[in-house]
């Protein structure tokens, strides 16, 4: 099916920022829920930020709450490409970066539980130094 790539990851310091991508092919996303989710080592897959089809309103989006403020999702259906701008980075932040697509069609909000999501990049690793 699609095929995600996730780039823009890498290692910087406390208070930078990075912006992700993920690049897709071979199905066009615009009316689906995209996802970044994000896993540390030895930590389970946690939820990130979600964004929804962009229908009238434009999309929802959701973060969690230890990213809101300073994450901002983002996408370019024209490019098929979601984005995640991190600003003030934290060495917490430090994890592989995934980003996916919702199972669901024109989703109206972003849906937090990884289970829901059935299409997933290879991930970009976030490294966070003191």
């Known amino acids: 099916q699609v095929q995600l790539v996730e780039s823009g990851g890498g290692l910087v310091q406390a208070g930078d920022s990075l912006r992700l991508s993920c690049a897709a092919s071979?199905?066009?996303?615009?009316?689906?829920?995209m996802g970044w989710f994000r896993q540390a080592p030895g930590k389970e897959r946690e939820f990130v930020a979600g964004?929804?089809?962009?229908?009238?309103?434009?999309?929802?989006?959701t973060y969690a709450d230890s990213v809101k403020g300073r994450f901002t999702i983002s996408r370019d259906n024209a490019k098929n490409t979601v984005y995640l701008q991190m600003n003030s980075l934290k060495p917490e932040d430090t994890a592989v970066y995934y980003c996916a697509v919702d199972k669901a069609l024109l989703r109206k909000v972003p849906v937090t539980t990884n289970s829901e999501y059935i299409d997933w990049g290879q991930g970009t690793q976030v490294t966070v130094s003191s």
């Open positions: 071979g199905r066009t996303l615009s009316q689906y829920v």
């Open positions: 964004i929804s089809w962009s229908g009238w309103s434009g999309g929802h989006t």
